[in-house]
T-cell receptor, first 113, second 116 residues
Framework: AQSVTQPDIHITVSEGASLELRCNYS??????LFWYVQSPGQGLQLLLKYFSGDTLVQGIKGFEAEFKRSQSSFNLRKPSVHWSDAAEYFC???????????FGGGTRLMVKP | ETGVTQTPRHLVMGMTNKKSLKCEQHLGHNAMYWYKQSAKKPLELMFV???????ENNSVPSRFSPECPNSSHLFLHLHTLQPEDSALYLC???????????????FGPGTRLTVL
C-alpha cells in the first residue's frame, strides 16, 4: 500500500528566509508525486507535480521540488518566503492506475514578519 | 462558473437530519471524488466515480450515500450523522480515470459540515 509521511506538522520561518518542507513516500513502483497548498477555508491548489524526467520540478508561486528516488523523498523548497505563503501544504502520491491519491498529514507553515 | 464548485460552503445539521452536498465540475473531466478532511486525520478518500460508475468505496459508513447522475455532478447524501462526522468535505475531479500519472485532481473549496 502506498503512503506519504510529512515529518513536520508545523514550521515557522521568517519572511524572506528559505523554506524546505519534507515529504517521504512509500510506493512499489515509480511514483507520481504532487504538492498541494491549502489556504484557510479553501480547497487544495496544485503547486507542482512529478511524473518522470527531470527530477527537479518547478511549480507556481516560486516553488520547486526535487524527487530523490534513493531517499524516497520529494521535498518542497522556496528560496524566499512571502507572508502570503502561510498555509498548509500537502504532499501526495498517485498510484499507477491513476485512481488513488494518498496524502500526507500536511505541514502548516507560519511566516513571521 | 469555472473549475470545481461545491454547495453549500457551510452546513450545520442535527443527527436526525437528512441533507445533501453538491459538487459540480466545469472541466470536462470523467472522474470525480469525495474526500473527508478532519482535524485529526489526513485527507481521506471516500468515494471514486469514473464515467458515473462508482469504482472505489473506502469503507465509508452507509450514512454517507454518494450519487453521480452524470460526469459533471456528484452528490453526497447525508443521514443520521454523528458528531465525529463533522469535517471539511472536499470534492475533486480528474480528466482520465485510471490512466496513470496524467490524472491530476482538481479540488473544490469544500463544504464545512458541523453535526450537532
Amino acid at each position: 500500500a502506498q503512503s506519504v509521511t510529512q515529518p513536520d506538522i508545523h514550521i515557522t520561518v521568517s519572511e524572506g528566509a528559505s523554506l524546505e518542507l519534507r515529504c517521504n513516500y512509500s510506493y512499489g513502483a515509480t511514483p507520481y508525486l504532487f504538492w498541494y497548498v491549502q489556504s484557510p477555508g479553501q480547497g487544495l491548489q496544485l503547486l507542482l507535480k512529478y511524473f518522470s524526467g527531470d527530477t527537479l520540478v518547478q511549480g507556481i508561486k516560486g516553488f520547486e521540488a526535487e524527487f530523490k528516488r534513493s531517499q524516497s523523498s520529494f521535498n518542497l523548497r522556496k528560496p524566499s518566503v512571502h507572508w502570503s505563503d502561510a498555509a498548509e501544504y500537502f504532499c501526495a502520491v498517485l498510484n499507477n492506475a491513476g485512481n488513488m491519491l494518498t496524502f500526507g498529514g500536511g505541514t502548516r507553515l507560519m511566516v513571521k514578519p | 462558473e469555472t473549475g470545481v464548485t461545491q454547495t453549500p460552503r457551510h452546513l450545520v445539521m442535527g443527527m436526525t437530519n437528512k441533507k445533501s452536498l453538491k459538487c459540480e465540475q466545469h472541466l470536462g473531466h470523467n472522474a470525480m471524488y469525495w474526500y473527508k478532511q478532519s482535524a485529526k486525520k489526513p485527507l481521506e478518500l471516500m468515494f471514486v466515480y469514473n464515467f458515473k460508475e462508482q469504482t472505489e468505496n473506502n469503507s465509508v459508513p452507509s450514512r454517507f450515500s454518494p450519487e453521480c447522475p452524470n460526469s459533471s455532478h456528484l452528490f453526497l447524501h447525508l443521514h443520521t450523522l454523528q458528531p465525529e462526522d463533522s469535517a471539511l468535505y472536499l470534492c475533486a475531479s480528474s480528466p482520465y480515470p485510471g490512466s496513470g500519472g496524467d490524472n491530476e485532481q482538481f479540488f473544490g473549496p469544500g463544504t464545512r459540515l458541523t453535526v450537532l
